[in-house]
Nanobody, 111 residues
Framework: QVQLVESGGGLVQPGGSLRLSCAAS????????MSWYRQAPGKERELVAA???????NYADSVKGRFTTSRDNAKNTVYLQMNSLKPEDTAVYYC?????WGQGTLVTVSE
């Protein structure tokens, strides 16, 4: 069964950090391009970071320099390290690969 499961979301204060995980099952994540998206309340889903099958990543301007993706191929998992978080980063974060989407994990940045 092909599945993507995100985790690691939560409540964090502005300036804080979180690391999101996206664990894949049923396929080998490392051979596919994958992306992180987010959807804030009342807004459209937007691309946060896109990683090619070769491993190069492009980031949205709004997160460049603050967010970083990485992979653990042994765990078939990708990560989104988010630093210097801002209230405007509040959103449900999704990973997607091979046409599949995870269920999302909520990140709330607030005092």
């Amino acid at each position: 069964q092909v599945q993507l499961v995100e985790s690691g979301g939560g409540l964090v204060q502005p300036g804080g950090s979180l690391r999101l995980s996206c664990a894949a099952s049923g396929f080998t994540l490392s051979v596919y391009a994958m992306s992180w998206y987010r959807q804030a309340p009342g807004k459209e889903r937007e691309l946060v970071a896109a990683t090619s099958a070769g491993g190069s990543t492009n980031y949205a301007d709004s997160v460049k320099g603050r967010f970083t993706t990485s992979r653990d191929n042994a765990k078939n998992t990708v990560y989104l390290q988010m630093n210097s978080l801002k209230p405007e980063d509040t959103a449900v974060y999704y990973c997607t690969a091979w046409g599949y989407w995870g269920q999302g994990t909520l990140v709330t940045v607030s005092e």
